[in-house]
């Protein structure tokens, strides 16, 4: 029965290779994309449920049993994810129908976007740092070619630069896995995890540990994040979503695991560094969120304020702490890919991405309007949207192990993030039409529809947080006590 826990990432994988025998169908294409990851959702929500009454669930590839050969892991954290991930896609996917074109279409996007899906769902999935590291580049090579898709020259700028960060951060991973096999002779997560405990985290494993650090900060945007904004504004509005909601979550989701599962017994060096980082990529976001004109210059930045954000949870370390960054987590990758596709529409319908050259799209475009204005104040933390619960939860957990710096600054963030979008909504919805009537481009529906449909999960995720609350509290509980994650992959 453990073997369901491999479709999430088969299907996207299978299906990614199925639709490149259908270039010239798009319909066809659309039909079978959005069917895989309708199904990989029903089946994330079925692995999720089985998790509550089996506990983690694991699959040894080919009856290796750990820590020999290759495993899937799926535990409520992994699963959480891999079904946000699912549905944030499927809303961007909806999106692209109507806005990235038969051009884009017929050179094998839709491919590439179920390939990186399922490169991300493996990620979220994998027992083995090696296994890690191949789903890692799936998942690269999908986005590589996403972002250079249609061949403008500030796409094939930014992709020339997003292509150079990541094969050097492959490069240092490589290393790192090879120091670490070297040193202790397992590359499986839990295996890994006793070996240290055996050991004691020695200087060359701390050594090893700063190495993943580094790594994972360039992937997931900490510290090391003046790739990002540049990178996550060339692709057309569907493709910087998904890239928003789902790339850097990746990198923040291999960066709780190593250091809440492996490298946890010297905080006072590792945990510290990432509270550093944290705290230097929240105010170097902020600052980059209220300097620009430039609409997905601000949402890039307030991608970067996020990550510092969730990892203060990491630095903190506490139970209650890892709850508010699941819970900001998931808020993030809806809102995130939410505000990019609501970005997009305002490029569509304005032709400039500049939030001073327009005013006044409430008028034209209500709809529009208020959908930005729920985005913000969700964003914001304001209750009881998705964006407040997590806040919360990370406050009181920095609050708790006495982080008053990260507390301040965390909340801080939030004022920053609230300016920096509310100078959009007063310089581009507020304030008299620069429109007439004539030049009005109609709104078309299939624009409006997925960014309503996340807006009502950012909604549902606020009101209804008690229902999804079971799932967070046993993911935070296998993040604070590692046993439980290890019992359940080595003990047979």
């Not at 900060?217 to 890239?243: D, E, R």
């Not at 702490?321 to 304005?350: N, P, Q, R, W």
Request: net charge neutral.
């Amino acid at each position: 029965m453990n073997n369901i826990i491999v479709f999430p990432m088969v299907i996207p994988v299978l299906t990614g290779i199925f639709l490149l025998f259908l270039r010239r169908h798009i319909i066809l294409q659309r039909w079978v994309i959005i069917l895989s990851l309708l199904a990989t959702m029903i089946i994330s929500f079925i692995i999720l449920g089985q998790i509550q009454t089996e506990g983690i669930l694991r699959l040894d590839f080919g009856d290796w049993k750990p820590p020999f050969g290759i495993l899937f892991v799926a535990d409520s954290f992994s699963m959480l994810l891999v079904l946000t991930a699912s549905f944030v896609a499927t809303a961007c996917l909806i999106y692209a129908f109507f806005s990235i074109g038969e051009a884009y279409e017929k050179m094998f996007f839709y491919p590439f976007v179920s390939l990186l899906i399922g490169g991300v769902n493996g990620s979220f999935l994998t027992g083995d740092l090696f296994n890690l590291f191949v789903c890692f580049e799936v998942m690269l090579l999908a986005s590589y070619a996403l972002i250079a898709l249609g061949g403008k020259k500030l796409q094939l700028r930014e992709s020339i630069k997003y292509m150079a960060i990541n094969v050097v951060s492959s490069w240092i991973f490589l290393v790192a896995i090879a120091y670490l096999y070297g040193t202790l002779g397992t590359l499986n997560m839990a295996h890994l995890s006793v070996r240290i405990a055996e050991v004691g985290q020695t200087p060359i494993l701390t050594v090893i540990s700063i190495l993943f650090l580094i790594v994972f900060s360039l992937k997931a945007g900490l510290l090391l994040y003046q790739w990002l904004p540049g990178s996550y504004s060339a692709p057309p509005p569907a493709v910087a979503a998904i890239f928003g909601a789902l790339l850097t979550k990746v990198g923040i989701y291999a960066l709780f695991r190593i250091f809440t599962l492996m490298f946890y017994h010297e905080p006072s060096i590792t945990h510290t560094m990432i509270g550093i980082m944290a705290a230097i990529t929240i105010i170097g976001g902020s600052i980059g969120a209220i300097a620009y004109n430039d609409i997905r210059q601000i949402i890039s930045y307030n991608v970067v304020i996020a990550v510092g954000f969730i990892l203060i949870g990491l630095a903190v370390g506490t139970n209650i702490a890892f709850e508010g960054s699941i819970y900001y987590l998931i808020h993030d990758m809806v809102v995130k890919a939410l505000l990019f596709l609501l970005a997009g529409t305002m490029i569509i319908l304005t032709g400039t991405e500049q939030i001073n050259r327009v005013s006044g799209l409430i008028r034209n475009y209500p709809v529009l309007g208020w959908l930005f204005f729920v985005v913000m104040l969700s964003l914001a933390g304001i209750p009881p949207l998705s964006g407040f619960l997590g806040k919360v939860l990370v406050g009181q957990g920095a609050i708790e192990s006495g982080s008053y710096v990260l507390l301040a600054l965390g909340f801080l963030s939030t004022l920053f993030v609230l300016y920096s979008l509310l100078r959009v909504f007063l310089n581009s919805f507020w304030g008299e039409t620069m429109i007439m009537v004539d030049d009005e481009k109609p709104l078309r529906k299939g624009l409006v529809i997925p960014c309503l449909i996340l807006t009502l999960a950012t909604v549902g995720l606020g009101v209804g947080a008690e229902g999804i609350s079971v799932y967070v509290i046993d993911a935070a509980k296998t993040l604070s006590n590692p046993e439980i994650y290890i019992n359940a992959v080595l003990n047979n």
